[in-house]
């Protein structure tokens, strides 16, 4: 498995920056955060989702730039961090051309929301966007994924796999995040990822915790540092050790427990130590002969 961030997790450094710190820190790729900060956020304290500093323009420049940085600095980018809204097929067509453009396998796009409406009309609705999608991924050569996501009708392993089913993994794929299962979601490791079986194409890393309220009541979940919270790291390397899953994992930590590029570091630090443990050296054979 490799490793690589998402710069949604970077709000304060510049593309430009982040790339060598990453590979600095010793990080094997780069998930570009790919989308338009409006210009009336530009004047805020940089946030995750608000004025993102590290973030790409779904432009061909800003893919060229996007390629040209990772270059330079020794990163891959195995998937592209893109916010396209269900139905949004021209989005999508922007997002895979910058995908070709930068050398990007995979784009990441969306799923109807609870909330917006009864389930199965949104269940609907998404499969028949996801069919026209999983035509332009073939066109383009570049893959699709929806992410395991509270507040969306894709929150467990199940209910992705559901809207994914029967399409060519080689077009359409899932994110699995743990992260986002703690708020919403969380089906037990192993079964998710057997589940999701050739379609499990990305792993998203970060962890939650909850709160709880003074005086009681229903507790409140929020992010929280990867080496303290809900997810269980340990169980779910040995999962997906398990479904023999070799692909790349993108650390996005949202606990501003440190800053940026201290987390880089310490997130890195951690993640080889859960890897190492979940496999662990071989002690040499021994001749007998």
């Given at each position: ?85 269900v139905g949004d ?10 995908a070709q453009i930068?050398?990007?396998p995979q784009v ?182």
């Amino acid at each position: 498995m490799k490793l690589c961030v998402f710069t949604v997790m970077l709000p304060d450094l510049t593309p430009e920056e982040a790339a060598p710190a990453l590979a600095e820190a010793g990080y094997h790729g780069v998930e570009w955060r790919v989308t338009t900060v409006p210009p009336a956020r530009r004047s805020e304290p940089p946030s995750f989702w608000g004025n993102n500093l590290c973030t790409l323009s779904p432009t061909e420049d800003d893919a060229r730039r996007a390629r040209a940085l990772a270059e330079a600095a020794g990163l891959a980018i195995p998937n592209l961090g893109t916010y396209i809204d269900v139905g949004d097929l021209p989005a999508v067509e922007t997002a895979m051309r910058f995908a070709q453009i930068a050398g990007a396998p995979q784009v990441r796009v969306g799923v109807s929301r609870t909330g917006d409406g009864a389930f199965r009309e949104g269940f609907a609705v998404t499969r028949a966007f996801l069919a026209d999608v999983a035509r332009l991924a073939r066109q383009y050569g570049v893959r699709a994924l929806v992410e395991t996501h509270q507040g969306t009708i894709a929150a467990s392993a199940s209910a992705a796999f559901r809207l994914v089913e029967g399409f060519d993994p080689a077009s359409v794929g899932v994110i699995y995040d743990p992260g986002n299962m703690v708020y919403e979601g969380f089906e037990a490791y192993a079964m998710g990822l057997e589940l999701l079986g050739p379609y499990l194409a990305h792993v998203h890393i970060k962890n939650g915790a909850f709160d709880r309220p003074e005086g009681g009541g229903v507790w409140q979940a929020r992010w929280a540092p990867l080496e303290d919270g809900v997810v269980d790291f340990d169980a779910l390397f040995a999962a997906l050790k398990a479904v023999g899953y070799d692909g790349w994992l993108g650390v996005e930590d949202f606990s501003r427990a440190r800053p940026s590029r201290a987390a880089l570091r310490a997130n890195l630090a951690m993640l080889r130590g859960v890897m190492a443990r979940a496999s662990p050296p071989q002690p040499p054979l021994l001749w007998s002969g």
